[in-house]
């Protein structure tokens, strides 16, 4: 069983940074963030690969930046330039591999708010 625990959200203002983590036990490869705003499906953010390739949605290119720590087993997500469009709560994804293998886990999600 895998289990993502998401940390770092907050309340900033248009402009500010902020940094996600998102620590993850057990057997994963592939991990990223999505975020949902309110009424809103769930979007993809950003991914990256156990080598770190990653893939960034057309909207947060240039501004965030998504990274991994394997020895870790730790994502991050440095969000920079932040609009109050980037209002959503953030969730941490991982696909598992090994026993886990095929089967994708999701965090409980951490809340971004980006005032004007």
């Known amino acids: 069983q895998v289990q993502l625990v998401e940390s770092g959200g907050g309340l900033v203002q248009a402009g500010d940074s902020l940094r996600l983590s998102c620590a993850a036990s057990?057997?994963?490869?592939?991990m990223g963030w999505y975020r949902q705003a309110p009424g809103k499906q769930r979007d993809l953010v950003a991914t990256?690969?156990?080598?770190?390739?990653?893939n960034y949605a057309d909207s947060v290119k240039g501004r965030f930046t998504i990274s991994r720590d394997n020895a870790k087993n730790t994502v991050y997500l440095q969000m920079d330039s932040l609009k109050p469009e980037d209002t959503a709560v953030y969730y941490c994804?991982?696909?598992?591999?090994?026993?886990?293998?095929?089967?994708?886990?999701w965090g409980k999600g951490t809340l971004v708010t980006v005032s004007s």
């Open positions: 990256i690969t156990r080598r770190g390739n990653t």
């Open positions: 057990g057997s994963i490869n592939a």
């Open positions: 994804n991982a696909a598992g591999e090994g026993p886990n293998y095929g089967i994708m886990y």
